[in-house]
Each structure stands twice: as C-alpha cells, then as structure tokens.
C-alpha cells in the first residue's frame, strides 16, 4: 500500500473507551470495586491522552458505547471538540447475536453521539470482538465505511459479500497491540489475569512491530483502554513511542480517515 505523502506506514491510535461497561458486561453489578475500575479511564486517562495527542498533533479514534457517552456526555464532547474521532463500540460493551437488537442500539448511540456532539459515526470496532454472518450487510446499512475487527492481514483491504466486493474497508487489529495483552493485572470477575509487563517493555514490543511493518509499507490500527494505558508510567512511554514512530515515517491518521483514503486510492467516491 503506498500512503500519502510517501510515508512508510499508516498508524491508527485507536482507544476503546469502555469505561464501566467492560466489567459491567461480565460482572452483577454488585461488586463496586471492580466496575468502578472502569471509571479511571474517562476521569484520568481520557485527559492525558487528548494533551499527549495535542503535543503530537494527531487525531485518533475513540469507540466509546453509548452507555459510556451517556454517564460521560463531556468527555464525548472533549473528544469531537479536539478534532478525533468517534466509532461504534456498541451500546453497552456487547454485541447481539439477533440482528434486529444490534441495529437498534446502533441507531439508539448514533443518535446519542449525534445530538451530544453534532458528529455522524462511520465505522465499527465489535465489543468483546462479536461478529456475526449479518454483520457487514448491516454495516452498509447504516452507512459505514469501515469495520475495526478482522485479524487476518497486516493491511487494509475491501470487504465482500457473495463474492462481490462493497466499499466497506477492513482496518485489522490484533492482540499484539492491544494494552491488554500486556496490562490487565487486576483480577477480573470473569478471569483471574496474571501478566503485568512494564510501559517500556510492551512499547518495546510495538516498536519492533513499527520497524518490521514500515518495511513492508503495512499499517497498524492499535487497541488500547484508557482504564490502562492512561495510567501516566504508560502514557510517557507511549509519548517516546509516538516520537520514534513519528521519525520514522509514521503517517498518523484516524479509522475514517485511512478508510476514506483506502476507498479513494479504489476508485470509489467518498460522501461521509
């Protein structure tokens, strides 16, 4: 993929602005200890990553449930106001297997995100990683543009559906840029986590990501929780990753954006 500018490789910083809702989904709502870990990544976390992508002049992507925009609607409104990004992340952090409930709580957040900050969501990122054979068909539906799910490739590509090819662009991740992969070192309801990796050393491990893909002019679309990353140990290190990445020929631009590009460098024209 040649991107803009002949920059070596596209960098999508992407935060999963779950907040309560990820321990609320597995949890019964009673133990306050642990949904309440949730709320350290709109009060704490959410600050410092809007100042660290204001000191790098980027705009990012933020998938925030509707439930997350509703009990924070001012730091939805932070986020539009810096210029980033908001994404579908569903209502609560769960996805439907029945399609008609899915595309309920997809118009109840776009209507949400719409009347809280005036801006119009484009794209997907499933909570928990839920997809469904109706799930791309419904995307188009609503207008999407693209999808932030698939883990099977290092760059971005067309999706299709019985073997004809849609605009809808795939933006992959994978756990290997997800915090959590690295990070979740409390104990879950759900699951006891046991790893707890240092910022420096998980930071390590991305960059020589960044290294090996800006050889091959790929791309990566991170996976990181506020709730996590936020804590200021992290976001320093995050800051020195984004000043290397930044050298080396990073071209960083949101989930829209690069699908915006991606439908573009296609030959399709672009209306949202």
């Known amino acids: 993929m040649k991107w803009p500018n002949n920059k070596r490789i596209a960098i999508m910083m992407a935060f999963d602005l779950d907040a309560e809702s990820l321990w609320e989904e597995h949890d019964d709502h009673t133990n306050l200890m642990?949904?309440?870990?949730?709320?350290?990544?709109p009060l704490q976390g959410i600050p410092r990553i809007l100042n660290l992508m204001d000191k790098h002049d980027i705009k990012a992507t933020f998938f925030v449930p509707g439930i997350t925009a509703e009990r924070y609607p001012e730091v939805a409104k932070e986020i539009v106001r810096c210029g980033?990004?908001?994404?579908?992340?569903g209502y609560i952090h769960h996805s439907h297997t029945d399609r008609q409930k899915e595309h309920e709580d997809m118009l109840k957040t776009e209507q949400l995100i719409y009347d809280m900050t005036g801006f119009r969501i484009v794209g997907q990122r499933a909570p928990s990683g839920d997809m469904y054979d109706y799930s791309l068909g419904l995307f188009l539906e609503h207008g999407y543009i693209y999808s932030s799910n698939f883990r099977n490739s290092d760059g971005p590509y067309l999706h299709k559906i019985d073997g004809k090819e849609i605009p809808l662009v795939e933006l992959p991740k994978d756990s290997i840029f997800d915090d959590t992969a690295y990070d979740m070192y409390v104990d879950r309801p759900y699951q006891t986590a046991t790893c707890l990796r240092s910022a420096r050393e998980f930071c390590k491990i991305w960059r020589q990501e960044f290294d090996a893909l800006a050889e091959e002019g790929r791309m990566i679309n991170f996976v990181i929780h506020p709730q996590f990353i936020g804590?200021?140990?992290?976001?320093?290190?995050?800051?020195?990753l984004i000043g290397y990445m930044k050298d080396n020929g990073a071209w960083f631009e949101t989930n829209g954006n690069v699908a915006r590009y991606v439908l573009k460098e296609n030959g399709y024209p672009v209306t949202v």
């Open 34 to 41: 642990s949904v309440h870990r949730g709320t350290y990544g």
């Open 84 to 89: 980033h990004e908001i994404g579908y992340h």
């Open 231 to 240: 804590h200021i140990s992290r976001i320093n290190a995050l800051d020195e």
